[in-house]
């Protein structure tokens, strides 16, 4: 259970429930497709910046027929290029304390997830689709550019030639297409995202907190270093890893035959 209350207010149009070590944050507002506004943006950077000490992991979905319309666009009308600039930065850093926050997080998707909905759901570690879902970058034929990291994480994921095309002539993939490129990690039948998303969410949440700070901090800056940096640095991370105990007593159960075997899921 988590161990105390989350300590920040946050706005209607997010909500949290608990299940056991995991949170769910639900973005509630299904009236503009969870478009997201600046109070929804500060509200995700202040719930992962505050997360109670007992949360394992966090699922994040979206309340209505749709996973997110991305940013509220009527928020956009008077802005100029310092206030641009601003707004840009505060989803950076909103979505920054997703990616590489305390805990691992599941996005379920369904419906559109376009624009800053996909880059909301590209900071997420695990992404589970139903077959409603479909991806998009609506930005190119606005008029506007992507702002929330989606020209950072978006390449790493499908690669710089999918994005632009995505851009250029708004190109749409759905959920099984998005399997194979790799904005899809779980494809799920209708209605099974959310059970789908706890269990995996539940299951992380069994690793050790060393092993998920592992994964989600150290894995994706080796990926990006020289490969001569990188093996420096695994060497390192795994060592750490190793000499904690709970990965010893895990060890130990393993070779006592108490330990899960490696098995076909
Ligand atoms: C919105 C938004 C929004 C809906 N901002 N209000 N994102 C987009 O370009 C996608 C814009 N949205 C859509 O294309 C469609 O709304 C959907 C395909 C997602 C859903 O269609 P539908 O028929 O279910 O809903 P709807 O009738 O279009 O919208 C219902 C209401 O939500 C309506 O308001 P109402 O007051 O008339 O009821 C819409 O105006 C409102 N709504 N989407 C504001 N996005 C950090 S940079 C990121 C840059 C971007 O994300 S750009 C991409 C923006």
């Given amino acids: 259970m988590a161990s105390d209350r989350l300590a920040v207010s946050?706005?209607?149009?997010?909500?949290?429930?608990?299940?056991?070590?995991?949170?769910?944050?639900?973005?509630n507002?299904?009236?503009?497709?969870?478009?997201?506004?600046?109070?929804?943006?500060?509200?995700?950077?202040?719930?992962?910046?505050?997360?109670?000490?007992?949360?394992?992991?966090?699922?994040?979905?979206?309340?209505?027929?749709?996973?997110?319309?991305?940013?509220?666009?009527?928020?956009?009308?008077?802005?100029?290029?310092?206030?641009g600039i601003a707004h840009s930065g505060r989803w950076h850093h909103a979505f920054e304390k997703i990616?590489?926050?305390?805990?691992?997080?599941?996005?379920?998707?369904?419906?559109?997830?376009?624009?800053?909905?996909?880059?909301?759901?590209?900071?997420?570690?695990?992404?589970?689709?139903?077959?409603?879902?479909?991806?998009?970058?609506?930005?190119?034929?606005?008029g506007i550019y992507v702002g929330g990291g989606g020209s950072v994480r978006l390449p790493r994921l499908i690669g710089v030639a999918r994005m632009m095309d995505m851009m250029l002539t708004g190109r749409t993939y759905s959920a099984e297409e998005g399997l194979a490129i790799g904005l899809t990690t779980y494809l799920v039948e209708p209605g099974k995202g959310f059970a789908k998303g706890l269990e995996l969410a539940q299951r992380i949440t069994e690793n050790t907190a060393l092993t998920n700070f592992a994964i989600m901090h150290a894995l994706p800056r080796i990926a990006e270093m020289t490969p001569d940096s990188g093996f420096a640095m695994e060497a390192l991370i795994s060592a750490i890893a190793q000499a904690d105990p709970e990965a010893k007593s895990r060890l130990k159960d393993f070779l006592e035959k108490r330990g899960p075997k490696a098995t076909r899921g």
């Fill in 99 to 142: 990616q590489y926050g305390r805990v691992p997080v599941v996005a379920v998707l369904h419906g559109a997830v376009v624009g800053g909905g996909l880059e909301l759901a590209a900071a997420a570690h695990v992404r589970v689709a139903e077959p409603s879902a479909y991806y998009a970058l609506p930005e190119g034929s606005r």
């Fill in 10 to 27: 946050l706005p209607e149009s997010l909500a949290v429930e608990q299940q056991g070590p995991v949170t769910i944050l639900r973005l």
């Fill in 29 to 83: 507002r299904a009236q503009k497709r969870n478009a997201l506004d600046d109070d929804m943006i500060a509200g995700i950077h202040a719930f992962f910046g505050h997360l109670p000490d007992g949360v394992g992991a966090v699922v994040i979905r979206g309340e209505g027929e749709h996973f997110s319309a991305g940013l509220d666009l009527s928020e956009l009308k008077e802005r100029d290029v310092r206030e």
